[in-house]
C-alpha cells in the first residue's frame, strides 16, 4: 500500500456538513492553496483529538493527509479564533454570509489570497465591534470588485457626468453602477447611499468601526448589492435568508 502523502496549511472553515455517523466533511479556504474538501473523521465523537479544533471562526494550521476522495485533517492548531462572533447571533449570521460569499466566489484549488484576506478582515471588523450591516455591505461590494464585476460609483453609465451632491440617482445592477436619473430605469439612490458605497471602497478596514450611520442610506445599499450579489452568482446565497432573519 503506497504512503499517504502528507502537507501543512493556513486555512479556515468556509462551511462543513456531516458525513456518517461520526465524520464531518470540511470547506476549507487557504491563502496558498485555495478551496478545498477534507474530511476531519471522527470529529463529532466526544474523545475526538480534533473536536474544538475545527470549529468556525479560527485560522487554523492544519496537517493534511491526502485520501482517495478529499484529503483527511490528521492534526489542528488553532493560530487566531474570534470568539466574539460564536456569542452574537447577527455577527455570526454576517460572519457566516461572508464565509458563503468567498467561498461562492473561489475555484477549487485555486489559490486567492485577496479574497481570504477580505474574509480574514471582515471577521476583524465584526470582532471589533463595527456595525454588523455595515461588514456585511463592505463584504459585498469588496468581493464584486475582486470579482471584476465592481460598480461604477463616480459617474452616469450613458453621461459620464459625476452626481452633484444632494442629486437623486438610479443603481442599474445589470450595467453595474449608477445613472443619472434622466438616463433610464432602476431602483432609486440617494446621494447619502452613494457616499457610504464609496466610503466601504475607499476607507481603510480599521476605520469601518467607527462608523454609524442612519438607517435609510444601509437599507437602499443593501437593496442596491444585493441585486448585484444575485446576478454575479445566479441566486441568492442560502445564508442570505437566515441574515435577513436575525436583522428584521
Not at 488553532?78 to 447571533?89: A, F, I, P, Y
Not at 466566489?105 to 450591516?133: C, F, K, N, R, V
Not at 470588485?145 to 461604477?152: K, L, M, N, R, T
Request: charged share 30%; glycine share 8%.
Amino acid at each position: 500500500m503506497p504512503e499517504r502523502r502528507t502537507s501543512r496549511t493556513l486555512a479556515v472553515v468556509t462551511s462543513r456538513f456531516r458525513l456518517g455517523e461520526a465524520d464531518r466533511v470540511l470547506t476549507l479556504l487557504s491563502p496558498d492553496r485555495g478551496k478545498f474538501k477534507a474530511i476531519a473523521k471522527g470529529v463529532r465523537k466526544p474523545t475526538s483529538r480534533l473536536g474544538g479544533g475545527v470549529e468556525p471562526f479560527a485560522e487554523l494550521e492544519v496537517a493534511l493527509a491526502t485520501g482517495r476522495t478529499f484529503d483527511i485533517v490528521t492534526q489542528v492548531q488553532s493560530r487566531r479564533v474570534w470568539l466574539g462572533l460564536r456569542d452574537r447571533l447577527k455577527s455570526s449570521a454576517v460572519a457566516w454570509y461572508a464565509a458563503e460569499l468567498v467561498e461562492r466566489a473561489t475555484s477549487e484549488e485555486q489559490p486567492e489570497p485577496q479574497l481570504y484576506e477580505l474574509l480574514i478582515h471582515a471577521w476583524d471588523l465584526l470582532e471589533a465591534g463595527a456595525s454588523d450591516e455595515l461588514v456585511a455591505r463592505w463584504v459585498e461590494l469588496g468581493l464584486l470588485d475582486a470579482a471584476g464585476h465592481g460598480p461604477e460609483l463616480d459617474q452616469c453609465l450613458d453621461c459620464g457626468r459625476a452626481p452633484i451632491e444632494g442629486e437623486g440617482l438610479r443603481w442599474d445592477e445589470a450595467a453595474g453602477g449608477i445613472r443619472c436619473a434622466a438616463h433610464g430605469e432602476g431602483l432609486p439612490l440617494s446621494s447619502d447611499a452613494l457616499r457610504l458605497l464609496r466610503a466601504l471602497r475607499r476607507f481603510p478596514p480599521e476605520q469601518l468601526t467607527q462608523l454609524r450611520l442612519p438607517a435609510g442610506p444601509l437599507a437602499e445599499a443593501d437593496r442596491a448589492l444585493r441585486g448585484s450579489i444575485l446576478l454575479l452568482y445566479g441566486h441568492e446565497p442560502k445564508s442570505r435568508s437566515f441574515l435577513d432573519e436575525v436583522m428584521a
